[in-house]
């Protein structure tokens, strides 16, 4: 059985960091188109970066492009979402998903994914 489990979430100040961790089990990495989405609330689910197991598609949202970063160690069976220069607007809570076709990559949206992380929380706030 796939399990996805996130961490790293909390409270940041504008302008700090944090890294998204994503550890996968009950499989190996290397075969998962991954994905970080976020959900604010009041506010529908959104593709923040994607990348798919052959590192071949990617997408990544154009309000965090140039902040966001994603990557993968998949000798640790790990997905990363490095987040920097934080805006309170990036407040929400974000999940890793995991799905084996590609192309949910290039379309980054959560309704191609079939693995979920229970999500972490992450607050952007002085």
């Known amino acids: 059985q796939v399990q996805l489990v996130e961490s790293g979430g909390g409270l940041v100040q504008p302008g700090g960091s944090l890294r998204l961790s994503c550890e996968i089990s009950g499989t190996t990495l290397d075969y998962y188109t991954i994905g970080w989405f976020r959900q604010a609330p009041g506010k529908a689910r959104e593709g923040v970066s994607c990348i798919s197991y052959d590192f071949t598609r990617a997408y990544t949202r154009d309000s965090v492009k140039g902040r966001f970063a994603v990557s993968r160690d998949d000798a640790r069976n790990t997905v990363y979402l490095q987040m920097n220069n934080l805006k309170p607007d990036d407040t929400a809570i974000y999940y890793c998903?995991?799905?084996?076709?590609?192309?949910?990559?290039?379309?980054?949206?959560?309704?191609?994914?079939?693995?979920w992380g229970q999500g972490t929380q992450v607050t952007v706030s002085s």
């Open positions: 998903a995991a799905d084996t076709w590609g192309e949910a990559a290039t379309y980054c949206d959560g309704v191609y994914f079939n693995h």
